[in-house]
């Protein structure tokens, strides 16, 4: 049987075995993860950099530039190979940025900090959360962890393992770090579990509330502000980004279709992807329906038209935007389609999943045709470009959703989600096998 077939079947067993409540105890278990040492020097004692150096050090230039820096640690031996040493400690010792990176959360102090690496001669000086990663990336060790959650603006507690720590998981690492979500009235602090992944980037798998009172505590942290919403409420904003997307899928199968045409694929292949074209149409008017209804401002979508692809480029986009996200996409439509507070929203989104278990089913149709015409290291490239949203997809799903999203849209909040992730990661494992 070809494995489209078994797309809708296998989306509905994922979503009875996710509806059954997870046996997991409350709250966030922080057994098994190693405490942060207390110190500067744990910021760069365990750190691997891409390359080979002499030396490092890390330099708080504080908020403004009349503050005087401040050497917080240093590794190595500062211009130990080079060949004018009192030209490179000057350069080391002029070295600042006018940008910088934070570490941790800022609340009432926001010092932002420099990177100074030098081998040989060279000096350079990284002042962006991003220039770090690239440096000690891929991130392979406890401590390169911690940092990135830290980079992240996550308070990474030291010797207290309720409140920070790390431990290795899977492919990468765990780590526990705090923040403050309200500041004042409530005050409230959270915990996150955060997977920190090969890049460096933090996902929230998990929170929990660990301190809530009435105080106050001076200046907003700058990660708590709102996404860009287009409405006048948070659930309006949201079905306006999807009714967005929704229109932008009717040029995406509008160009596939043309490209299965062009590259002599079955026409019932170009067929269902006509098909598909003419189902987003109806989603996009029906979403932007209900984005007004909840006071979303729908914004067209604009998409450049493009000759058709390689059958390479084909299969990345469709392992990655049908295989993953579009089927993943049609399961958490089902999941709404029960859980919406809203009834018209359950109304549009049992019609809608329905469409989108087609359009999975298509994915996973027009995967089969074009894996055998693609070589060996082609095929690798769309698997590994498939497992990789996969991840992708499932950090995003154990993340959860807003609760104003989770209750009126029936959006999975993150326990759902960790269970939808996780059945859902089986799932696409076995059609792509
Ligand atoms: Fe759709
Ligand atoms: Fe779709």
């Known amino acids: ?46 750190l691997h950099a891409a390359e080979e150096l002499d030396f490092m050090q890390l330099v708080d230039i504080g908020e403004g530039p009349s503050d005087e820096p401040r050497v917080m640690t240093t590794f190595g031996t500062k211009c130990g190979s080079a060949s004018n040493v009192a030209m490179c400690e000057a350069a080391i010792a002029a070295a600042t940025s006018t940008k910088g990176f934070r570490l ?77 979500t309200e500041i004042c009235d409530p005050l409230v602090r959270e915990l996150y579990l955060l997977g920190i992944n090969a890049d460096g980037n933090a996902q929230e798998i998990d929170s929990e509330v660990i301190e809530s009172s009435s105080a106050c505590i001076g200046r907003r942290p700058a990660g708590l502000a709102r996404r860009k919403a287009c409405g006048s409420t948070r659930v309006g904003a949201y079905l306006a980004s999807v009714a967005h997307l929704e229109a932008a899928s009717v040029d995406a199968f509008e160009a596939l279709a043309a490209e299965l045409a062009h590259h002599g694929a079955p026409r019932t292949l170009v067929e269902r992807a006509g098909i598909a074209r003419r189902d987003e149409v109806r989603h996009a008017r029906v979403m932007r329906k209900l984005a007004s209804r909840h006071g979303g401002l729908f914004r067209a979508p604009s998409v450049e038209k493009q000759a058709p692809r390689s059958l390479e480029a084909i299969a990345l986009d469709n392992a990655v935007e049908g295989c993953v996200r579009e089927t993943f996409g049609a399961l ?24 989108e278990a087609r ?65 859902f990661e089986v799932a696409v494992l076995a059609l792509s096998a």
């Not at 990177?115 to 001669?121: A, F, Q, R, S, V």
């Open 332 to 355: 958490v439509g089902m999941w709404q389609a029960r859980a919406a507070k809203d009834p018209a929203v359950r109304r549009a989104m049992r019609r809608i999943a329905l469409d």
């Open 1 to 46: 049987m070809a494995r489209s077939n078994r797309v809708d079947r296998i989306l509905r067993h994922v979503l009875s075995l996710s509806i059954a409540p997870a046996a997991v105890a409350c709250g966030i278990d922080t057994d098994g993860f190693t405490a942060v040492t207390c110190g500067s020097e744990r910021y760069l004692s365990d």
């Open 104 to 180: 941790g959360q800022c609340v009432d102090s926001c010092p932002r900090h420099i990177l100074i690496t030098n081998k040989g001669d060279e000096v350079e000086v990284l002042d962006t959360k991003e220039a770090v990663l690239a440096l000690i990336g891929p991130i392979d060790t406890a401590g390169e962890a911690v940092l990135a959650a830290e980079l992240a603006e996550y308070h990474v507690a030291c010797n207290n393992t309720e409140e920070g720590g790390v431990r290795a998981a899977g492919s990468g690492f765990e780590v526990l770090g705090t923040r403050y």
């Open 359 to 423: 359009h999975a089913s298509l994915a996973w149709a027009i995967d089969e045709w074009i894996r055998p015409r693609l070589d060996a290291a082609a095929r690798e490239r769309v698997e590994a470009a498939r497992r990789n949203t996969l991840e992708i997809v499932a950090a995003e799903a154990r993340a959860g959703n807003d609760p104003e999203l989770v209750s009126t849209l029936g959006l999975p909040d993150g326990a759902a989600g960790e269970r939808l992730a996780r059945h």
